[in-house]
């Protein structure tokens, strides 16, 4: 299917690798010419030269923080008028909830719910100004069901889905759109790091957690990055223009509602 967005500018936040990287690919087979970031300056170029090779699409690269002003100066900077936003960022590391210091609830905050917002806030004129855009953000299947020690990722970023409901009907009228994706369990290098934290907390190997944690998983097996930047893509093409304020859980399953 052509999605109909060839020749749009996307930016797709926190995107050297990962679920964020599966969107900047997908869009780029698009036909988008894709602003990707990440804080790491030769993983940010590596993957650069490699959506490129792959999709011979346009691809500025911009190392940036992007929970900073500056970083988010940076990308608005290599694109001022961005057609489609993609947000995304790190998540807050696992913790107990009564080991939270205020300053890592502040971060938190800060990271996945101020960022993107205030993203969205220095988008969306100019995307309705020109009656085109498309804003997936990127938030966590934690937000419908709890995950312990995710409580300040779960918290920031059901205030982002909250926050953005409302925006997201104040600009429908324009053909621009608000989604949310929220990844249950993906093969990406952050799901690597927790299993092999988990292994070393039970002893057991890395392979062993995993299959435990596939095992648990309807479908048996983690999510791709591809097949989450796929999903992206689509919510960020011409014909998705009438699903606004959506919120679509990529599990395998995992979550046990009838809706
Ligand atoms: N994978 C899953 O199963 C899963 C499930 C639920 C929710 N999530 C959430 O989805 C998001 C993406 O996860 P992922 O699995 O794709 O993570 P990942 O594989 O660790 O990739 C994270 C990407 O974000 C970049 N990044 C991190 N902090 C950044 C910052 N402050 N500014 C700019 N770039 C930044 C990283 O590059 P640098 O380190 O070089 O900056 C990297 O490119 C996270 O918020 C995560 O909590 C993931």
Known sequence: MDLGIAGRTAIICASSKGLGRGCAEALAEAGCTVVIN????????????????????TVIAVVADVSTQAGQDALLAAAPEPDILVNNNGGPPPKSFREVSREALLEGVVQNM??????????????????????????????????????????????????????????????????????GAFDTDRLKSSTTKMAAIKGVTIEEIAKIRMA????????TADEFGKACAFLASAHAGYITGQNLLIDGGSFRGSF
């Open 216 to 223: 648990e998983i309807p479908a048996k097996r983690f999510g």
């Open 114 to 183: 101020a960022t993107p917002i205030q993203l969205v806030q220095r988008v969306v004129d100019g995307m309705i100004a020109r009656r085109f855009g498309r804003i997936v953000n990127i938030t966590s299947a934690s937000v419908l069901t709890p995950l312990t020690g995710l409580d300040v990722s779960s918290g920031a970023r059901a205030g982002l889905t909250a926050f953005l409901a409302g925006v997201a009907r104040e600009i429908a009228h324009a053909n621009v759109t608000i989604n949310n994706i929220l990844p």
């Open 38 to 57: 990440g804080r790491d300056a030769a993983s940010l170029e590596a993957t650069a030269s490699q959506i490129r090779a792959s999709t011979g699409a």
